[in-house]
């Protein structure tokens, strides 16, 4: 399946805008896409006409990216990638219990200017490279977290 999608959505760079398309062999239909919305680096974006921009990246594959976090919340498996703006104050990022997300990797990136943190909080007794927070408090810093095992202890990556 993964493979199959990794295909259509390039397939998307090379069209230019895309029409709704239905996935081989999957009954599924991708929504049209509104713009590919370019480059970085080795990293390419497309902008779904609902607002959610996939990610094609040689080395995590495809991921989704949520829209931009500016106030207080929880990870979920909505997104892997979950940019954090706190332009108007500090902002605490939960990420779940390990228990309910077993070999999850979340990347969490500080895309404001200001000394504001994006506090990553693990939740209860779950660990982050044995601690229970990690601030992000300069500009475009980054964090991916992994939970390979489905336990209480979390990684940096």
Do not use: E
């Amino acid at each position: 399946m993964r493979r199959i999608w990794l295909g259509f959505l390039l397939g998307l760079f090379s069209a230019g805008v895309a029409h709704a398309q239905g996935v081989p062999g999957t009954g599924q239909v991708v929504p049209a896409c509104g713009a590919i919305s370019g480059q970085v680096g080795q990293i390419r974006t497309i902008t779904l006409d609902t607002g959610l921009r996939l990610c094609i990246s040689p080395t995590l594959g495809l991921y989704t990216v949520h829209s931009t976090v500016s106030s207080n919340t929880t990870l979920d498996g909505t997104a892997q990638l979950w940019p954090c703006d706190a332009t108007l104050g500090p902002i605490v990022i939960t990420v779940p219990f390990g228990s309910l997300f077993p070999n999850q990797i979340w990347d969490v990136k500080k895309i404001d200017v200001t000394a504001h943190a994006c506090t990553i909080q693990m939740s209860g007794s779950d660990t982050l490279d044995g601690s229970s927070s990690w601030a992000l408090s300069v500009p475009n810093q980054d964090i991916t977290i992994n939970n390979s095992q489905g336990t209480t202890i979390w990684y940096i990556r």
